[in-house]
């Protein structure tokens, strides 16, 4: 793509702009507009009365955190129709995975069609950078990244090791918010 | 000796109000600031359950302060070190006991003043001590043996004594409307009216000596947009080394600071304690004085805020330019057009 270059045009040095106390007052106007109209929003609504937000703060515990409909979040293990893991122990994911996090176990399936499959699947969330390679990787849509579970938290270095169930079934993270 | 005790009393009480609105203007700073970015602001600290909009932060603060570790830097002059918190609060909260809170009145068969520090001299008091906070920012920024702090430090000098050059002259041609530095009488003048219905408060008089008052007013109490000494955000300022309460004796300073140049604009341009067509007298009276002063100087802190939250910081040659270049000329016109008018106004 060819480089284009924009002319940017200073604003002129007026004498309205260099007595500054014309250009303060229209910031005060701003300013003071969103103060009180946002205090009249506030009072409002502690009133009981519906309106607009007066802020836009998201008070994270209490509420839920708001997440982008792509964003990463912590990794789920998907199951087939009959509730059995999708992996097939490809182990592509494990070479992919630049925070070296997950570790597979391979064994033999029963079923000779899928042939291998997963005897321990491990994510180290503390290790994990969230790049989302693995689900990339992933050839039979076996490991997503849409858990929208971003309060991953653990008392121990240990239990941010999460195990194959507990990919699948997801599992309660000691809360903040208790 | 009464006398002497009564004084104390007073004195006292001005500190004490002082600082009681200088805890409250740490929670206005944080919630105005807040509402205006359309945010809610500080409301986590809880007493019982009870958040009352984070009213409870400066308290936390306040604790916090006193429980963090106090440390003093090897190498620091460690007397120096010391004072200079001392020297900055000590002298802002001196300035607060020579503001008018209330004229003379008469209650329950005593005759009171409810200026605690009355002097034929107040305003030249008032600034006296305001130029000596200086002295602390100066010794903070040397005695604490860094470099930050030492050019912190110096910025901050040459910014306060620039502005107190303008400020002085500024307050000056207000004083020669009224003909006396007496802040009480002061006010006392304000009580007339101009053409029998406007108050005839400072800033009707001299509308372009407040709007100088109010900025240069702003840079000596280091408040943003003119806050280059301490530069909380982005450059090093004179409090680098301090840690624990003798930070927080920085913080405080300024807003007392504030809370002395908002009572001296109250007292000179806004009338003092008077309320527009009442005649105040007695203990209800008095009541009345304090209550509408410390109302009015809660409205030039409230803009002085809301100023801060609106402009950017300036660069320090453009503050400089401001203050010798643009300020000090528009005092000196000021005064010349204020000695000007007096002189016609009395050979009338």
């Not at chain 2, 500024?170 to 003909?179: D, E, I, K």
Request: proline residues 5%.
């Amino acid at each position: 793509m060819a480089i284009k270059i924009k002319e940017v045009t200073r604003p002129p040095r007026n004498f309205q702009g260099q007595i500054f106390i014309w250009e303060v007052w229209l910031g005060l106007l701003v300013t003071f507009r969103h103060l009180f109209v946002n205090l009249w929003r506030h009072t409002l609504k502690a009133m009981g009365i519906k309106t607009e937000p007066g802020s836009v703060t998201i008070q994270y515990p209490e509420d839920p955190a708001v997440l982008g409909r792509r964003a990463r979040t912590r990794h789920r293990l998907l199951k087939r129709e009959d509730g059995t893991p999708r992996c097939t122990a490809c182990l592509l994911c494990e070479t992919i995975c630049p925070a070296k996090c997950i570790r597979i176990v391979a064994e033999d399936s029963p079923d000779v069609i899928i042939e291998k499959r997963a005897k321990s699947f491990s994510i180290d969330l503390g290790l994990c950078v969230f790049c989302g390679y693995c689900a990339e990787a992933c050839p039979v849509d076996a490991i997503h990244m849409d858990s929208s579970d971003v309060a991953i938290t653990a008392y121990d270095r240990k239990d941010m090791i999460w195990n194959m169930a507990e990919l699948l079934e997801g599992k309660k993270s000691p809360s903040i918010a208790q | 000796m009464i006398s002497v005790a009564w004084t104390a009393v007073k004195v006292i009480f001005a500190v004490a109000t002082g600082l009681n609105i200088a805890g409250f203007l740490g929670w206005l700073e944080r919630k105005q600031s807040a509402v205006l970015q359309d945010r809610i602001g500080a409301n986590r600290a809880e007493i019982f359950g009870f958040r009352v909009l984070g009213f409870f932060h400066p308290i936390a603060d306040a604790l916090k302060m006193l429980t963090k570790e106090d440390y003093i830097p090897p190498f620091a002059h460690q007397p120096f070190y010391a004072m200079a918190p001392g020297i900055s609060l000590g002298f802002g909260l001196l300035g607060l006991a020579a503001l008018p809170f209330g004229g003379n009145i008469t209650a329950f068969g005593h005759s009171v003043s409810l200026q605690p520090i009355q002097s034929p001299y107040g305003l030249l008091l008032v600034l006296g001590l305001l130029s000596l906070g200086v002295h602390g920012v100066v010794m903070a920024g040397y005695s604490s043996a860094s470099n930050y702090g030492l050019i912190g430090g110096l910025r901050g000098a040459s910014q306060m004594i620039a502005y107190e050059v303008c400020l002085a002259t500024t307050l000056s041609s207000v004083a020669f409307v009224y003909g006396t530095l007496d802040l009480q009488q002061a006010v006392l003048w304000q009580g007339r009216l101009l053409f029998g219905f406007i108050p005839a408060w400072g800033i009707v008089l001299q509308p372009l000596g407040f709007l100088l008052f109010l900025t240069a007013a702003a840079a000596e109490t280091k408040r943003t947009p003119f806050d280059l000494p301490e530069g909380e955000s982005e450059i090093v300022g004179y409090h680098v080394e301090y840690s624990g309460m003798k930070f927080g004796m920085f913080l405080m300073t300024d807003f007392v600071e504030s809370i002395v140049v908002s009572g001296l604009a109250t007292a000179l341009y806004l009338g003092g304690w008077q309320v527009p067509g009442l005649h105040l007298a007695g203990a209800l009276g008095g009541l009345i004085m304090v209550l509408a002063f410390l109302a009015k100087v809660m409205l030039v802190l409230f803009l002085l805020m809301q100023i801060r939250w609106t402009l950017p910081r300036f660069r320090f040659d453009q503050l400089l330019d401001l203050g010798w270049k643009n300020i000090l000329p528009l005092s000196l016109l000021n005064f010349l057009l204020t000695v000007w008018g007096v002189y016609l106004w009395r050979l009338r």
